[in-house]
């Protein structure tokens, strides 16, 4: 039973330029390896017209090889660009972990591709290859010594793509689409930053043979997302509430979960393996993870009929109705739905045209329409700790002693749900009442060589900004020379909006 630790991280323009900022990579990549992540979602990387974005990418993942002594960092992966972002991934072990790829059902053409000007829609349009193959035997990093990048164990070039997705249902004879995007900008021009397309990333966990010896892989679908930015200063709320609550309406959201029948059911994906003709696997979708940057406050959402509750409150609450029954400060002890089960028999794979969404009762292979969608009621793993890290104003009185009060509202949360995830053991947040863990940046920078596996130093990163008289740094001298007298908060918590006015948080849990 492989046991995973996810981490979702929101690190702040995350580019080429800040990654070759002295300290700066090393201080993210000891942040990452610290906390024993097997797999890093990132949620901000910038560069998206020169590579930089792969630089940025490149320089990060040696960065964690330097700290591994190895080279399974190599696994790193990046969306499509959509609001002037892209989203990475990084994978510890690609001999534990792998990412699908979407490949084109041969029984549809013109199925989308999930770039920017093409998200895809219907599932059932594809085949997800493993990547770069299926075979679990031996190593998958082939040796070829570059002398340039410094490898001796590297993945093929051509790496595969997360593809960007759009809203698959319909409302009446009008399709539906996120609000407030639009797909000829790929996600953001009109309505300003924030607007961006979410993003599906399957990854497949290898299993532990069983007596048998045989081992069963667990797939796992991410869709994670930067909604609406500007809810946090009172700006685009409403575009974020309708886009968190559009989430249901995604195609993989209504394969793990169709509660329209007695009993919520769980549909399949056509996994294609190397062969050539490939061969098809129908595999059933048990799991869904919900996570990324919701710019929604989680510690303003609860329903009117608790109590005095603000406007605020009240429609949030709605928003995230369609995601989870956990409420403010919940914790990951409320309720969730039941396991799906898988559609008795599978289909036969690949799909055919007309490739429509799961049938409904009395209605098949039509598109669906939102109202008959019914919400995930997934289970929530953050919810009484903070990951947005307070602003810093010059001549501010000093935080409070403990460190736990330089985090603010609770934004970024994991959001899943599914059979294993639920599972996830609570024990973190205030009372211990969350299944998710949200790292203590501030409490982890040092002066000088640290001292522990978790301490960073910011000595490079502070003089960088101090020169440039940005982000506070002129503010914390104590952070630029080792032996300058200890850290008080208020150096603390600029160092850690140094590297992102977000602190990533760590969801663990065991696959089968």
């Known amino acids: 039973m492989p046991q995973i630790r996810v981490m ?23 942040t990452i390896f610290a906390a024993d992540i097997d797999l890093v979602v990132i949620i901000e990387v910038r560069g998206i017209n020169s ?24 696994g790193w992966f990046l969306s499509p660009p959509t609001g002037g972002e892209l989203y990475g991934f990084i994978i510890r072990n690609m001999n534990l972990i792998r990412p699908l790829q979407i490949q084109q059902n041969p029984n549809a053409r013109n199925a989308p591709s999930g770039q920017t000007l093409h998200p895809i829609l219907n599932l059932n349009m594809y ?16 040796y070829n010594h570059d002398a340039y990048n410094h490898e001796d164990f590297v993945l093929p070039l051509t790496r595969p793509y ?16 996120f609000r407030g995007l639009t797909l000829g900008s790929g996600g953001y021009g009109q309505t300003g930053k924030g607007a961006r397309l979410p993003c599906l990333a399957m990854f497949v966990v290898h299993g532990v043979p069983n007596v048998y010896g045989v081992a069963v892989d667990y797939y796992i679908p991410i869709v994670c997302g930067h909604y609406a930015a500007g809810g946090f200063h009172g700006n685009n709320t409403q ?10 309406a995604l195609h993989i959201a209504q394969l793990f979960n169709d509660t329209n029948g007695a009993n919520p059911h769980s549909y399949f994906i056509d996994v294609v393996d190397s062969a050539d003709p490939p061969n098809h696997q129908a595999i059933q979708i ?15 959402n609860r329903n009117g009929g608790l109590g005095a509750t603000t406007d605020e409150q009240t429609n949030n609450r ?19 739905a039941q396991p799906p089960q898988a559609i008795d028999p599978a289909p036969n794979v690949p799909f055919v045209a007309p490739f429509g969404a799961p049938p409904i009762i009395g209605r098949y292979n039509l598109p669906r329409q939102v109202v008959d969608i019914g919400n995930q009621l997934l289970k929530t793993a953050v919810t009484r700790q903070g990951t947005i890290l307070r602003p810093y104003v010059h001549g501010m009185a000093n935080p409070a002693n403990s460190n736990a ?26 009372g211990g009442n969350d299944s998710g863990e949200v790292v203590n940046i501030p409490n982890d920078i040092c002066q000088g060589a640290p001292l522990f596996l978790q301490s960073i130093n910011l000595t490079g990163v502070a003089a960088y900004y101090a020169a440039t008289n940005t982000k506070n740094a002129q503010h914390a001298l104590r952070l630029q020379a080792a032996g300058a007298g200890g850290l008080n908060n208020n150096d603390r918590l600029i160092g850690a909006r140094l590297v992102s006015d977000h602190l990533p948080m760590v969801l663990q849990f065991n696959c089968p």
């Open 405 to 430: 009060a330089l985090r603010g509202a609770a934004f970024d949360n994991f959001i899943y749900g599914g059979t294993q995830l639920s599972q996830a053991q609570m024990g973190f947040g205030v």
């Open 8 to 30: 979702n991280w929101n690190i702040e323009q995350f580019s080429r330029a800040k990654s070759e900022i002295d300290d700066m990579c090393t201080a993210i990549a000891r």
């Open 239 to 248: 575009l974020t509430r309708d886009q968190v609550a559009s989430l249901k």
């Open 51 to 74: 590579g930089d974005a792969r630089n940025a990418m490149t320089n990060l993942s040696h960065a964690l090889n330097v700290l591994a002594g190895g080279n399974n960092y190599r």
């Open 162 to 177: 997360m593809p960007l997705m759009n809203i698959f249902s319909s409302k009446g004879r009008r399709k539906e689409t």
């Open 318 to 336: 709605a928003a995230y109705d369609s995601l989870t029954s956990t409420q403010q400060n919940g914790g990951s002890n409320a309720p969730n």
């Open 286 to 300: 048990q799991e869904i993870m919900f996570t990324g940057d919701f710019n929604l406050d989680f510690l303003s």
């Open 127 to 142: 085949g997800w290859k493993i990547w770069p193959h299926n075979n679990w035997l031996g190593n998958v990093y082939n």
